[in-house]
T-cell receptor
Framework: DAKTTQPTSMDCAEGRAANLPCNHS???????VYWYRQIHSQGPQYIIH???NNETNEMASLIITEDRKSSTLILPHATLRDTAVYYC????????????FGKGTKLTVNP | GAVVSQHPSRVICKSGTSVKIECRSL??????MFWYRQFPKQSLMLMAT?????????EQGVEKDKFLINHASLTLSTLTVTSAHPEDSSFYIC??????????????FGPGTRLTVL
């Protein structure tokens, strides 16, 4: 069973912030939240990950709630090239645990 | 991020033939490699996990004699689809995990190989 729940699809206007939610209510204390995205007919691309503090890199920001049961990936200024399926995955960092993909959220950025 | 390459990017073959797909980690040593398969409009499904020098561990329902995996070095893994049939047509994606120079241990994906079996 998937450890995360995401909306099936979302739309966003170009230039606006895209906020993608993810629920992971059964997350364990040593599990990180990872985000990947997959642009059509390409391999998944790593975006960001975090444990409990908010994280930011050149691609996105990750906001994790205090109880760690949910998180939000923020693309601050979405572009058409950000149209992709976004996957939220929980796993233990540095371990041998495999990445299991759920259905993800199909984000469509509209002009 | 780290680079993982796959070759070929696209292959068309006749039913009954075997196809080999290569996966290379270009700038780090991959202690573990993963092979995924993705059918149209579906998510990635893990097929198998392989550690360098060891036999691959296959997911339930994946035929190990049909999908041969070799992880001979820390930078190369191969997937051979033996006696391919049209139902094996899919998008095959490899992934590599290992220690990066900056100390991280992340998993990076190749660009995928589109297999079409006629």
């Amino acid at each position: 069973d998937a450890k995360t729940t995401q909306p099936t699809s979302m739309d966003c206007a170009e230039g606006r912030a895209a906020n993608l939610p993810c629920n992971h209510s059964t997350i364990s204390g040593n599990e990180y939240v990872y985000w990947y995205r997959q642009i059509h007919s390409q391999g998944p691309q790593y975006i960001i990950h975090g444990l409990k503090n908010n994280e930011t890199n050149e691609m996105a920001s990750l906001i994790i709630t205090e109880d760690r049961k949910s998180s939000t990936l923020i693309l601050p200024h979405a572009t058409l090239r950000d149209t992709a399926v976004y996957y939220c995955i929980v796993r233990v960092a540095g371990g041998s645990e495999k990445l299991v993909f759920g259905k993800g959220t199909k984000l469509t950025v509209n002009p | 991020g780290a680079v993982v390459s796959q070759h070929p990017s696209r292959v068309i073959c006749k039913s009954g033939t075997s196809v080999k797909i290569e996966c290379r980690s270009l700038d780090f040593q991959a202690t573990t490699m993963f092979w995924y398969r993705q059918f149209p409009k579906q998510s990635l499904m893990l097929m198998a996990t392989s550690n360098e020098g060891s036999k691959a561990t296959y997911e339930q329902g994946v035929e190990k004699d049909k999908f041969l995996i070799n992880h001979a070095s820390l930078t190369l893994s191969t997937l051979t689809v033996t006696s391919a049939h049209p139902e094996d047509s899919s998008f095959y994606i490899c992934s590599a995990r290992g220690q990066l120079a900056g100390g991280g241990d992340e998993q990076f994906f190749g660009p995928g190989t589109r297999l079409t079996v006629l």
